[in-house]
């Protein structure tokens, strides 16, 4: 339980640093609005995505893979069409935000938990 707090935490400031390097495709009002974006992303990944995989898989393996930063993409508009105080405007921007967050939360999760990755290596 411990871990998840520390992983939402994480993952809501990388969601406020994503949006302040985005500054016009992806707003979040407040840091509230982020903690909620991350809750919201971690339901959406552990749900929905599977799904999503699963339906285009064939895509998938005819891009080598590629196809699954257009699924992170997607669970992020949609997650900005579920959070009030969060919007994305257009799929490439999602994209960006979706590399970035990815990016932000291991950068994070390095210096705010570096013995972490080292006991589960």
């Known amino acids: 339980m411990k871990n998840f707090i520390a992983k939402t935490l ?4 990388a969601v406020v640093l994503a949006s302040y390097v985005i500054p016009t495709g992806v707003s979040v009002d407040k840091f509230t609005t982020a903690l909620l974006v991350a809750l919201v992303l971690s339901v959406l990944n552990f749900f929905v995505k599977p799904l999503l995989v699963l339906v285009t898989l ?11 930063f257009i699924i992170n993409a997607i669970i992020i508009l949609l997650a900005g069409k579920l959070v009030a105080g969060f919007q994305v ?14 990016l932000f939360t291991y950068v994070l999760e390095g210096v705010i938990q570096p013995d972490y990755k080292k006991k589960n290596n």
């Open 10 to 13: 994480i993952t809501a400031a």
């Open 89 to 102: 405007h257009s799929l490439w921007q999602a994209l960006l935000f979706s590399l970035l967050l990815s």
């Open 58 to 68: 064939p895509i998938t393996v005819l891009t080598l893979g590629l196809f699954l």
